[in-house]
C-alpha cells in the first residue's frame, strides 16, 4: 500500500494561486491502475472531489471548480501537484492526496494526512 | 452531477449494539461503483468498503455493505468503541465523483 504526503504553504493570500505537492512513497506513480487524486474538506463539514491524474498523464477535474484547477505529476521525484489559482476564503479546507484504483474514477485507498490551507490577507 | 444523502444524520448507539447506515442517490449509481468511508477526528477518511460490498484489506468483517441502483447500505453488525466515528459514502463512476454529507456514529 502506498503512503503519500503533502506538503504546501498553509496560509495563502485572497487572489493568489494554492500550491501543493503529493509525494508517493511505496510505489510508482507511473503505476497501471493509480488515479493520483485531490479531496478537499472545509473545516467542519463533508468532502470534495477536486482532480486526478492518472498512471499514464491524463487530468481531470471537478467542473465545479472551473478552470481554476490543474493536477500535474512528476515522474522523476515521484510526486503530483494541485494549483488552484484565484483563491478566495472559500477554498479555505484541509486537502488531502490520496490515490484510487480501480474502475471509474477509482476508490481512494490510501489517503495523506492532509495539510490545511487558509486563504487570508 | 449525482447527488448523495446519508441518513440519519446522527446515529446514538451503544458498543454491541448493530448500526444500519444509508446512502441515497439522485440517480443510478454505475456498475455500484459505490464506496464508504471511515473518518475519526483529526485523521484522513480510512476507505471501509469499495464496489457496494467488497470489504478493503484489513476492515473487520462487522461492516459490510450492499444495496445497489439508488440505494446503499453500510451496516455494522456490532459496534466497538473504535467504530464511533462519521462514516461517508461516495459514487465514483459519474464525473464528478461526488460524496455524501456524512453520518456521525456516536456513542449513546
Known amino acids: 500500500q502506498v503512503q503519500l504526503q503533502e506538503s504546501g504553504p498553509g496560509l495563502v493570500q485572497p487572489s493568489q494561486t494554492l500550491s501543493l505537492t503529493c509525494t508517493v512513497s511505496g510505489g510508482s506513480i507511473s503505476s497501471r491502475n493509480y488515479y493520483w487524486t485531490w479531496i478537499r474538506q472545509h473545516p467542519g463539514k463533508g468532502l470534495e472531489w477536486i482532480g486526478y491524474i492518472s498512471h499514464s498523464g491524463s487530468a481531470h477535474s471537478n467542473p465545479s471548480l472551473k478552470s481554476r484547477v490543474t493536477v500535474s505529476e512528476d515522474t522523476t521525484k515521484n510526486q503530483f501537484s494541485l494549483r488552484l489559482t484565484s483563491v478566495t476564503a472559500a477554498d479555505t479546507a484541509v486537502y488531502y492526496c490520496a490515490a484510487a484504483v480501480g474502475m471509474g474514477f477509482g476508490e481512494l485507498r490510501s489517503w495523506g494526512q492532509g495539510t490545511l490551507v487558509t486563504i487570508s490577507s | 452531477e449525482i447527488v448523495l444523502t446519508q441518513s440519519p444524520g446522527t446515529l446514538s448507539l451503544s458498543p454491541g449494539e448493530r448500526a444500519t447506515l444509508s446512502c441515497r442517490a439522485s440517480?443510478?449509481?454505475?456498475?455500484?461503483?459505490l464506496a464508504w468511508y471511515q473518518q475519526k477526528p483529526g485523521q484522513a477518511p480510512r476507505l471501509l468498503i469499495y464496489?457496494?460490498?467488497g470489504r478493503a484489506t484489513g476492515i473487520p468483517d462487522r461492516f459490510s455493505g450492499g444495496g445497489s441502483e439508488t440505494d446503499f447500505t453500510l451496516t455494522i453488525s456490532r459496534l466497538e468503541p473504535e467504530d464511533f466515528a462519521v462514516y461517508y459514502c461516495?459514487?465514483?463512476?459519474?464525473?464528478?465523483?461526488?460524496f455524501g454529507q456524512g453520518i456521525k456514529v456516536e456513542i449513546k
Open positions: 464496489g457496494a460490498s
Open positions: 461516495q459514487q465514483y463512476g459519474t464525473s464528478p465523483p461526488t
Open positions: 440517480q443510478s449509481v454505475s456498475r455500484a461503483f
